[in-house]
T-cell receptor, first 108, second 116 residues
Framework: AQRVTQPEKLLSVFKGAPVELKCNYS??????LFWYVQYSRQRLQLLLR??SRESIKGFTADLNKGETSFHLKKPFAQEEDSAMYYC??????????FGSGTRLLVRP | DTGVSQNPRHKITKRGQNVTFRCDPI?????LYWYRQTLGQGPEFLTY????????KSRLLSDRFSAERPKGSFSTLEIQRTEQGDSAMYLC??????????????FGPGTRLTVL
């Protein structure tokens, strides 16, 4: 079965603290993994994808096939990072399979 | 073209009524997707089109749901005989086909359906 698990519904950190949002997936083949973000009153938008191997807004994510994980990390959280973050998987089809999301709250 | 648009943004209806939502994708995008999102959950895939062809449907899409994309441009999602369990945010997304980079899905603002 194809599944994406985000174990934390809420992650609260202070500004300047490191952040790690966890994502684990279940898929038998070689999936493509994404992180989407939804800021308050805005639409869902792509943050980054594992094939790009780039840092966006200071966030990085590494695909660990052994642990079937794609955790999102940022060394120093900013208040503007507060948002809902969704991990998503694309397998052989074009559809995305999303996790249930983690709300990141960065406090001043 | 400012992105994917959806209408209406909000819809309140009574149980048993039919509703129809519209999605206008980004103009050059040939793939169009519908998702449903309930409170506390991530978006769940419903169906997708490549041009006018509906290529995949989720088991979530019961026979009360029908989606069309008649000319390969805008799409409509109709729910017949609505039930309270249909209350959700209905999201539309589009992507440009071809190649790995074309798989980025751009989402619309959603239509929030409330069934009383």
């Amino acid at each position: 079965a194809q599944r994406v698990t985000q174990p934390e519904k809420l992650l609260s950190v202070f500004k300047g603290a490191p952040v790690e949002l966890k994502c684990n997936y279940s898929y038998s083949g070689s999936p493509e993994l994404f992180w989407y973000v939804q800021y308050s009153r805005q639409r869902l938008q792509l943050l980054l994808r594992h094939i790009s191997r780039e840092s966006i807004k200071g966030f990085t994510a590494d695909l660990n096939k052994g642990e079937t994980s794609f955790h999102l990390k940022k060394p120093f959280a900013q208040e503007e990072d507060s948002a809902m973050y969704y991990c998503a998987l694309r397998g052989s089809s074009y559809k995305l399979i999303f996790g249930s999301g983690t709300r990141l709250l960065v406090r001043p | 073209d400012t992105g994917v648009s959806q209408n209406p943004r909000h819809k309140i209806t009574k149980r048993g009524q039919n509703v129809t939502f519209r999605c206008d994708p980004i103009s050059e995008h040939n793939r169009l997707y519908w998702y449903r999102q309930t409170l506390g959950q991530g978006p769940e895939f419903l169906t997708y089109f490549q041009n006018e062809a509906q290529l995949e449907k989720s088991r979530l899409l019961s026979d009360r749901f029908s989606a069309e994309r008649p000319k390969g441009s805008f799409s409509t999602l109709e729910i017949q005989r609505t039930e309270q369990g249909d209350s959700a945010m209905y999201l539309c997304a589009s992507s440009l086909g071809g190649g790995t980079g074309g798989n980025e899905q751009f989402f619309g603002p959603g239509t929030r359906l409330t069934v009383l």
